[in-house]
């Protein structure tokens, strides 16, 4: 059973400019939620996606957005860059119910110079 | 709204020592909880889960009771190995929600 991936493990990007991280899901899984972890803190919540729709959001600018593609893998475009976007970017799958536990990849490190 | 506070670390203990995790939730309504772990290096899995009251998760000698009178859900363990060490994340989920409200992490440092 292929887990989580996510890419690129490494990114370094300039305040203004746009990013775009990628993230295959799970086998199995069609729930696909992005999570932002700052140094030394819990990751947050950023969107989650079902059925190639957004249906549910965290305290997040518009400047985040999101994609779900057929085959469940999915984007994280964050656009005008700003410092404090510097983060670890956490992409987690899982199946649909309300007790599956998510399955989280490694994540992207994304800092903003 | 929903949130968890769980105890601040960084947690030192010997090899064979009994740790305590301390968490505790507040929602609205009757959430599941569950505890992530994030090994040096890796992602975050999930290490254990309880979805109602009274519920006691456990894995790999780990456990938590999900008590609603206190709510609370601290993780233990009788005996670390320095294997163990790792940050632990307390979450819970809403039921019917849509995402997982993660505490700040505790940090464990096991020594052989």
């Known amino acids: 059973e292929t887990g989580v991936t996510q890419s690129p493990t490494h990114l370094i990007k300039t305040r203004g400019q746009q990013v775009t991280l990628r993230c295959s899901s799970q086998?199995?899984?069609?729930?696909v939620s992005w999570y932002q972890q700052a140094l030394g803190q819990g990751p947050q919540f950023i969107f989650q996606?079902?059925?190639?729709?957004?249906?549910g959001r965290g305290n997040f600018p518009p400047r985040f957005s999101g994609l779900q593609f057929p085959n469940y893998s999915s984007e994280l475009n964050v656009n005008a860059l700003e410092l404090d976007d510097s983060a670890l970017y956490l992409c987690?799958?899982?199946?649909?119910?309300?007790?599956?536990?998510?399955?989280f990849g490694n994540g992207t490190r994304l800092t903003v110079t | 709204g929903d949130s968890v506070t769980q105890m601040e670390g960084p947690v030192t203990l010997s090899e064979e020592a009994f740790l305590t995790i301390n968490c505790t939730y507040t929602?609205?309504?009757?959430?599941?909880l569950f505890w992530y772990v994030q090994y040096p290096g890796e992602g975050l899995q999930l290490l254990l889960k309880a979805t109602k009251a009274d519920d006691k998760g456990s894995n790999k000698g780990f456990e938590a009771t999900y008590r609603k009178e206190t709510t609370s859900f601290h993780l233990e363990k009788g005996s670390v190995q320095v294997s163990d060490s790792a940050v632990y994340f307390c979450?819970?989920?809403?039921?019917?929600?849509?995402?997982?409200?993660f505490g700040a992490g505790t940090r464990l440092f096991v020594k052989a």
């Open positions: 996606y079902y059925r190639e729709e957004e249906n």
């Open positions: 086998s199995g899984h069609n729930t």
């Open positions: 929602a609205t309504g009757y959430p599941s």
């Open positions: 979450a819970l989920k809403d039921t019917g929600g849509f995402k997982t409200i």
């Open positions: 987690a799958s899982r199946r649909t119910g309300d007790n599956s536990p998510l399955h």
